[in-house]
């Protein structure tokens, strides 16, 4: 096992038509955009909910051409606090996309079950990921219970552990979450490793390297929750700082065993998507580099943009085998 090649099984999980996880490099993560969260300029009003539909529909055109050039999938998370806006975010999203998967962004255990019945509702269970089960649940069996109930498909798991806050407490709590959630026979699991800030980002990135080591499951995190979080940089150095700051530890973050991951607002989409296929695309020769196979789908990052190195990279795999059963004769 080299640094970018598992021993475990990985596993391929699929939200709707997205495939999620696997080998280092061989497929590029899913990134998870948001709209409707706090401070967003396009909203209007939540109570009622009122927002720009012009503008908010030019954003998801955006960001469906932008995972079409760059060969990376996309799901939007609808932040939704409310009732009345989950369902009103929902139904609009859903008029204006039949491409993308949803997610619906709550809190509290509560009012993510009560968004988990409206998708069962309008029969959306295959395209709608359930954000998510976290270890501070207070009923996790009965969650679990409910979801299956629901026909809900896709889940995300999102492990902590109060005391051992490094990468280990997660795996510890991601090995009695999964007692629990295993035996219901999801079709797709992903797991969260749980941003908290910039710097303990490290904790989630090796946490991610344990889950896929340990359980061969898809790994992702929000780097978002660090970058916007450290408003100094902004007020210090300005839009442009933040920008390639934020951009810099999307990059990161995809190399270090990243499946999927939350990027926030969407007015960062074409940076991010610029960040993470450049990420991508390197480490696809990392782990080529310990042995791995190119990717051979020509929609993946490095075949979509990198066609004339990856020639070269193949004459040198070529190469070197010759040069192995010369010495071998």
Same mark, same amino acid.
């Given at each position: 096992?080299?640094?970018?090649?598992? @021993?475990? #099984?990985?596993?391929?999980?699929?939200?709707?038509?997205?495939?999620?996880?696997?080998?280092?490099?061989?497929? +590029?993560?899913?990134?998870?955009?948001?709209?409707?969260?706090?401070?967003?300029?396009?909203?209007?009003?939540?109570?009622?909910?009122?927002?720009?539909?012009?503008?908010?529909?030019?954003?998801?055109?955006?960001?469906?051409?932008?995972?079409?050039?760059?060969?990376? #999938?996309? &799901?939007?998370?609808?932040? %939704?606090?409310?009732?009345?806006?989950?369902?009103?975010?929902?139904?609009?999203?859903?008029?204006?996309?039949?491409? !993308?998967?949803? /997610?619906?962004?709550?809190? =509290?255990?509560?009012?993510?079950?009560?968004?988990?019945?409206?998708?069962?509702?309008?029969?959306?269970?295959?395209?709608?990921?359930?954000?998510?089960?976290?270890?501070?649940?207070?009923?996790?069996?009965?969650?679990?219970?409910?979801?299956? @109930?629901? /026909?809900?498909?896709?889940?995300?798991?999102?492990?902590?552990? %109060?005391?051992?806050?490094? %990468?280990?407490?997660? &795996?510890?709590?991601?090995?009695?979450?999964?007692?629990?959630?295993?035996?219901? /026979?999801?079709?797709?699991? &992903?797991?969260?490793?749980? =941003?908290?800030?910039? +710097?303990?980002?490290?904790?989630?990135?090796?946490?991610?390297?344990?889950?896929? @080591?340990?359980?061969?499951?898809?790994?992702?995190?929000?780097?978002?929750?660090?970058?916007?979080?450290?408003?100094?940089?902004?007020?210090?150095?300005?839009?442009?700082?933040?920008?390639?700051?934020?951009?810099? !530890?999307?990059?990161?973050? %995809?190399?270090?065993?990243?499946?999927? &991951?939350?990027?926030? #607002?969407?007015?960062?989409?074409?940076?991010?998507?610029?960040?993470?296929?450049?990420?991508?695309?390197?480490?696809?020769?990392?782990?080529?580099?310990?042995?791995?196979?190119? #990717? =051979?789908?020509?929609?993946?990052?490095?075949?979509?943009?990198?066609?004339?190195?990856? @020639?070269?990279?193949?004459?040198?795999?070529?190469?070197?085998?010759?040069?192995?059963?010369?010495?071998?004769?």
């Amino acid at each position: 096992m080299g640094l970018f090649r598992f @021993e475990t #099984p990985q596993k391929v999980m699929k939200v709707w038509d997205v495939e999620v996880g696997g080998q280092p490099g061989e497929r +590029p993560p899913l990134l998870v955009a948001n709209m409707f969260q706090a401070k967003d300029k396009l909203l209007e009003s939540r109570k009622p909910p009122r927002w720009d539909k012009e503008k908010a529909a030019d954003r998801i055109k955006e960001l469906e051409e932008i995972s079409e050039q760059t060969g990376i #999938p996309a &799901l939007v998370g609808l932040v %939704a606090p409310s009732s009345d806006e989950m369902k009103a975010y929902t139904e609009w999203f859903l008029s204006v996309t039949d491409r !993308l998967p949803f /997610g619906i962004d709550t809190w =509290t255990e509560q009012a993510r079950r009560e968004a988990a019945r409206y998708v069962a509702e309008i029969g959306m269970q295959e395209r709608f990921n359930y954000n998510s089960i976290s270890a501070w649940d207070p009923d996790i069996p009965d969650q679990v219970a409910e979801l299956k @109930e629901l /026909g809900i498909r896709s889940i995300i798991l999102q492990p902590f552990d %109060a005391e051992d806050k490094r %990468a280990t407490g997660r &795996l510890q709590s991601l090995r009695e979450m999964m007692k629990i959630v295993e035996p219901a /026979g999801f079709e797709s699991i &992903l797991v969260d490793t749980t =941003t908290m800030n910039l +710097p303990t980002q490290a904790f989630s990135l090796l946490a991610n390297r344990l889950v896929k @080591e340990e359980f061969g499951l898809p790994a992702g995190n929000a780097p978002a929750n660090g970058s916007y979080m450290w408003r100094a940089c902004l007020e210090q150095w300005g839009g442009a700082a933040f920008k390639g700051m934020d951009a810099g !530890l999307h990059a990161l973050s %995809a190399v270090l065993w990243s499946d999927w &991951l939350a990027y926030g #607002p969407m007015t960062g989409t074409k940076r991010i998507f610029a960040a993470v296929t450049a990420a991508q695309a390197v480490l696809s020769v990392l782990a080529w580099d310990e042995g791995a196979e190119l #990717p =051979t789908d020509p929609n993946h990052p490095l075949n979509k943009h990198f066609s004339k190195e990856v @020639e070269f990279m193949r004459g040198m795999r070529v190469a070197k085998s010759d040069r192995r059963l010369a010495k071998k004769s």
